[in-house]
C-alpha cells in the first residue's frame, strides 16, 4: 500500500480508538533514507504534528526513545517501516530510484535490511548448489553435502530431511553411499 494511501487510514485508526486530533505525537522508525521524506510530510499532514524519530538505520526501532516521546504528546503513535522501493510504471516492489546518487542508480531494498538477509541468502544459495536430485534405474536420488546434514548446529539453513530424503522410523537419514564430501539418499516418496 502506498503511503498516501497508508496514513490517512493509520490516522483514522488511531482516532477510532480514541486518540485526540491535535494532541496525537506521531513518532517514525523509518531507514535513515533520502526515500523518507514524502513518507514524514504524510505524517506530519494527516496527524497535525512533526513525527518524533524514534529510528535507527535500518528503521530499527529506539527503544530508548520511550521516555523523551511520551513527554511530547498525550497519544503516541509509533509508526515503524523500512523502505523498498516502489517502481509505479511496473507496478514492482523492491527497486528505488536514488536521485541524488551521481549516477542516478536504481538500487534494491534498505541496505540495512539487505545485510541482514545477506547471511541467509549465502546459506540458501550454499543449500542449493550442494543438493541435487537425479534419476537413476528409475529411481530418484538426492545428494546432500555433509555440511548440510549437520542437524546438531545452532545455526544455519536446516534441512527438513524426512520432506526430501528417506529416513528410519526416528527420523535418521539413512544414506545410500557416500562421497567424498556428500551423501547419497533415496528421495522421499513426498519429493
Not at 28 to 45: M, N, T, V
Not at 117 to 128: G, M, N, S
Amino acid at each position: 500500500m502506498r503511503y498516501s494511501r497508508f496514513m490517512p487510514r493509520a490516522c483514522n485508526l488511531a482516532k477510532s480508538l480514541g486518540f485526540k486530533h491535535g494532541k496525537i505525537m506521531p513518532s517514525r522508525a523509518f531507514c535513515s533514507d533520502e526515500s523518507q521524506g514524502y513518507p514524514i510530510i504524510l505524517i506530519a499532514k494527516h496527524f497535525g504534528s512533526f513525527p518524533f524519530n524514534h529510528g535507527l538505520v535500518g528503521s530499527i526501532v529506539a527503544t530508548d526513545q520511550q521516555a523523551p516521546h511520551a513527554h511530547h504528546g498525550r497519544d503516541l503513535v509509533i509508526i515503524q517501516a523500512s523502505h523498498v522501493g516502489y517502481e509505479p510504471e511496473n507496478r514492482k516492489f523492491g527497486v528505488y530510484r536514488r536521485l541524488q546518487a551521481e549516477a542516478k542508480s536504481e538500487t534494491s531494498s534498505c541496505g540495512k535490511i539487505c545485510g541482514a538477509l545477506d547471511w541467509y541468502l549465502h546459506e540458501y544459495e550454499f543449500a542449493r548448489n550442494n543438493i541435487f536430485l537425479y534419476q537413476e534405474n528409475g529411481q530418484n536420488k538426492v545428494v546432500i553435502d555433509n555440511l548440510l546434514l549437520h542437524a546438531e548446529r545452532d545455526e544455519g539453513l536446516l534441512l527438513r530431511l524426512d520432506k526430501i530424503i528417506d529416513v528410519d522410523t526416528f527420523g535418521n537419514p539413512v544414506p545410500e553411499s557416500s562421497r567424498s564430501t556428500a551423501k547419497v539418499f533415496h528421495a522421499s516418496p513426498a519429493s
